[in-house]
């Protein structure tokens, strides 16, 4: 069988498979669709392969002018649905018979019996319009029973968070709307409670009609005439076009040449931002209201979210609001700064591609006077910690709780040594932390230490922030009283790589952050923060 595009077997039954957009693979979370054709038979597997192949490329198509749901949409969705509600009540109002349109019906059926036209007649048929007559009877009154009914369960449904009277509702703004929200998921389950809220209200309003009162206004402060401007309609970006795949080519082509960590940190950031617009959102419809509304997200965005447990599964828009009760500490303005300089960096880039006309993050950064900053340790609290239990002798060299107890101790690892180099030198505590042995070099009698990407790597890889970082930096001659050039020695004779084979890079690629981590709270021990 000579190849056919999309058709592939397992054992004797053929299948269809097709690869995932990029774009779209975090939102079907796989990267592969595959379907069963149910036969054995070549033939047959060609006849059943193209309508599947054609539906899966419908919905692509779907989910690109899909986009997440934000507070525009939830104000809306809202609004919308407590006037639709209302609408409705008003259509069924205008629909009922009065009570000359009752006596009407009244004469028509008795001038049917009186001629006789039931006679022979299904005795349903006679019941049936005997019920027509009761029911028109009796419209306003079954209408009014039929909402108070909803509202209590409405109301029901509400306190137990149930959704069931509302799910249809929901998923039809969605659908109308070309927002993509998974069912069941934290952002559905919130735009549903709203939902239910503003029926409830009207329901509420329908009933005080019933009485002739048609002036009631919403008493929930949720439903209301909505602040922000709806949304037009997404747009879909042409293949090679969307952010996904733009942000894709940018990782690629690392125009800037940064580190392997920093670039996959700016691409995490620009995820938050794709989270607000959809992946297949075109990159040149960014502009500034998109990174303007980011930011003000940003700006109320719980530090760590990802891992809170309480955040699992929301979106950013989500968090903020969930945030808004938990009052956890926010981004710093520097941290929000540092988000605007990752997707700024890739407009930039776009912009040179030819993708946008201009960087929408120009003048968008935080103003640096209202970053939080961190005073400089004075002389007396410099010298409180370079002779604290971590330099001078602790109770343990393994558990944080007990190196900042005075003991006898001496730990003269990274963790020694990394804080006094910086003191002596001015580096930066991941350009130590990832020193070869060779970047501790003698010449004419004088060492020196050499940061630099050149000579022997760490091995888990090897970086300085920028290219003006590689440098070469005399060693002080307190380091050598120390005892530096003596630990360099153990480490030659010992036939490390690594001046201090203990500093580790996480997960993420940044150089002893659990030394960080743990080094803030010692600090904290010993009365310093």
């Given at each position: 069988?000579?190849?056919?595009?999309?058709?592939?077997?397992?054992?004797?039954?053929?299948?269809?498979?097709?690869?995932?957009?990029?774009?779209?693979?975090?939102?079907?979370?796989?990267?592969?669709?595959?379907?069963?054709?149910?036969?054995?038979?070549?033939?047959?597997?060609?006849?059943?392969?193209?309508?599947?192949?054609?539906?899966?490329?419908?919905?692509?198509?779907?989910?690109?002018?899909?986009?997440?749901?934000?507070?525009?949409?939830?104000?809306?969705?809202?609004?919308?649905?407590?006037?639709?509600?209302?609408?409705?009540?008003?259509?069924?109002?205008?629909?009922?018979?009065?009570?000359?349109?009752?006596?009407?019906?009244?004469?028509?059926?008795?001038?049917?019996?009186?001629?006789?036209?039931?006679?022979?007649?299904?005795?349903?048929?006679?019941?049936?319009?005997?019920?027509?007559?009761?029911?028109?009877?009796?419209?306003?009154?079954?209408?009014?029973?039929?909402?108070?009914?909803?509202?209590?369960?409405?109301?029901?449904?509400?306190?137990?968070?149930?959704?069931?009277?509302?799910?249809?509702?929901?998923?039809?703004?969605?659908?109308?709307?070309?927002?993509?929200?998974?069912?069941?998921?934290?952002?559905?389950?919130?735009?549903?409670?709203?939902?239910?809220?503003?029926?409830?209200?009207a329901l509420e309003r329908t009933l005080e009609?019933?009485?002739?009162?048609?002036?009631?206004?919403?008493?929930?402060?949720?439903?209301?005439?909505?602040?922000?401007?709806?949304?037009?309609?997404?747009?879909?970006?042409?293949?090679?076009?969307?952010?996904?795949?733009?942000?894709?080519?940018?990782?690629?082509?690392?125009?800037?040449?940064?580190?392997?960590?920093?670039?996959?940190?700016?691409?995490?950031?620009?995820?938050?931002?794709?989270?607000?617009?959809?992946?297949?959102?075109?990159?040149?419809?960014?502009?500034?209201?998109?990174?303007?509304?980011?930011?003000?997200?940003?700006?109320?965005?719980?530090?760590?979210?990802?891992?809170?447990?309480?955040?699992?599964?929301?979106?950013?828009?989500?968090?903020?609001?969930?945030?808004?009760?938990?009052?956890?500490?926010?981004?710093?303005?520097?941290?929000?700064?540092?988000?605007?300089?990752?997707?700024?960096?890739?407009?930039?880039?776009?912009?040179?591609?030819?993708?946008?006309?201009?960087?929408?993050?120009?003048?968008?950064?935080?103003?640096?006077?209202?970053?939080?900053?961190?005073?400089?340790?004075?002389?007396?609290?410099?010298?409180?910690?370079?002779?604290?239990?971590?330099?001078?002798?602790?109770?343990?060299?393994?558990?944080?709780?007990?190196?900042?107890?005075?003991?006898?101790?001496?730990?003269?690892?990274?963790?020694?040594?990394?804080?006094?180099?910086?003191?002596?030198?001015?580096?930066?505590?991941?350009?130590?932390?990832?020193?070869?042995?060779?970047?501790?070099?003698?010449?004419?009698?004088?060492?020196?230490?050499?940061?630099?990407?050149?000579?022997?790597?760490?091995?888990?890889?090897?970086?300085?922030?920028?290219?003006?970082?590689?440098?070469?930096?005399?060693?002080?001659?307190?380091?050598?009283?120390?005892?530096?050039?003596?630990?360099?020695?153990?480490r030659v004779e010992a036939g490390d790589k690594?001046?201090?084979?203990?500093?580790?890079?996480?997960?993420?690629?940044?150089?002893?952050?659990?030394?960080?981590?743990?080094?803030?709270?010692?600090?904290?021990?010993?009365?310093?923060?």
């Amino acid at each position: 069988m000579g190849h056919i595009s999309h058709l592939s077997k397992r054992g004797s039954v053929y299948y269809a498979r097709i690869d995932v957009p990029e774009d779209l693979v975090t939102v079907l979370k796989t990267q592969t669709r595959k379907l069963s054709l149910k036969t054995k038979d070549l033939g047959q597997a060609k006849l059943r392969l193209w309508p599947v192949i054609a539906e899966w490329q419908r919905e692509f198509d779907d989910l690109r002018t899909r986009r997440a749901l934000v507070d525009a949409d939830r104000e809306h969705a809202v609004w919308d649905h407590h006037k639709a509600v209302l609408e409705r009540d008003e259509v069924e109002r205008s629909q009922m018979p009065g009570e000359a349109g009752i006596e009407a019906m009244r004469a028509d059926l008795l001038g049917r019996v009186e001629r006789g036209e039931f006679k022979g007649i299904d005795p349903l048929s006679i019941l049936e319009a005997t019920i027509e007559l009761q029911v028109a009877q009796r419209a306003g009154e079954l209408s009014t029973t039929a909402r108070t009914v909803k509202l209590t369960e409405m109301r029901k449904h509400l306190a137990k968070g149930e959704t069931a009277l509302i799910a249809h509702e929901v998923d039809e703004y969605l659908r109308v709307n070309r927002l993509f929200v998974e069912p069941s998921t934290p952002d559905w389950v919130s735009l549903a409670r709203r939902m239910m809220r503003a029926e409830i209200d009207a329901l509420e309003r329908t009933l005080e009609r019933d009485q002739g009162d048609f002036s009631g206004l919403p008493r929930d402060v949720l439903v209301k005439p909505p602040t922000l401007e709806r949304r037009a309609t997404a747009e879909i970006a042409v293949v090679g076009e969307s952010i996904a795949e733009a942000v894709k080519a940018f990782k690629k082509e690392n125009p800037r040449n940064v580190s392997k960590s920093r670039m996959n940190e700016s691409c995490r950031d620009i995820g938050i931002f794709i989270e607000t617009v959809g992946p297949g959102f075109p990159v040149a419809k960014i502009n500034k209201k998109h990174v303007r509304e980011w930011k003000a997200l940003l700006m109320k965005y719980p530090v760590r979210a990802t891992e809170v447990v309480a955040f699992r599964g929301m979106s950013i828009s989500q968090i903020v609001m969930a945030n808004d009760e938990l009052k956890r500490q926010v981004l710093s303005d520097r941290t929000v700064n540092r988000y605007l300089s990752s997707l700024s960096a890739f407009c930039s880039w776009a912009e040179v591609n030819g993708y946008i006309p201009a960087n929408p993050c120009t003048g968008m950064a935080l103003p640096k006077e209202r970053r939080a900053t961190t005073l400089p340790f004075t002389s007396e609290q410099m010298n409180i910690l370079f002779t604290s239990p971590l330099f001078a002798g602790a109770q343990s060299e393994t558990e944080w709780r007990l190196i900042s107890r005075p003991g006898d101790v001496l730990i003269r690892d990274h963790r020694f040594w990394v804080p006094l180099i910086m003191l002596f030198s001015g580096a930066r505590p991941g350009e130590i932390g990832q020193f070869a042995v060779s970047d501790l070099r003698q010449q004419q009698g004088q060492w020196f230490m050499h940061i630099t990407i050149e000579g022997e790597t760490h091995s888990e890889g090897k970086s300085v922030k920028t290219q003006g970082s590689m440098r070469v930096i005399p060693i002080h001659p307190e380091l050598v009283r120390l005892g530096l050039l003596k630990y360099h020695a153990e480490r030659v004779e010992a036939g490390d790589k690594q001046l201090f084979p203990g500093a580790k890079r996480n997960e993420r690629g940044q150089m002893m952050a659990d030394f960080s981590r743990e080094f803030g709270k010692y600090l904290a021990r010993i009365g310093l923060k």
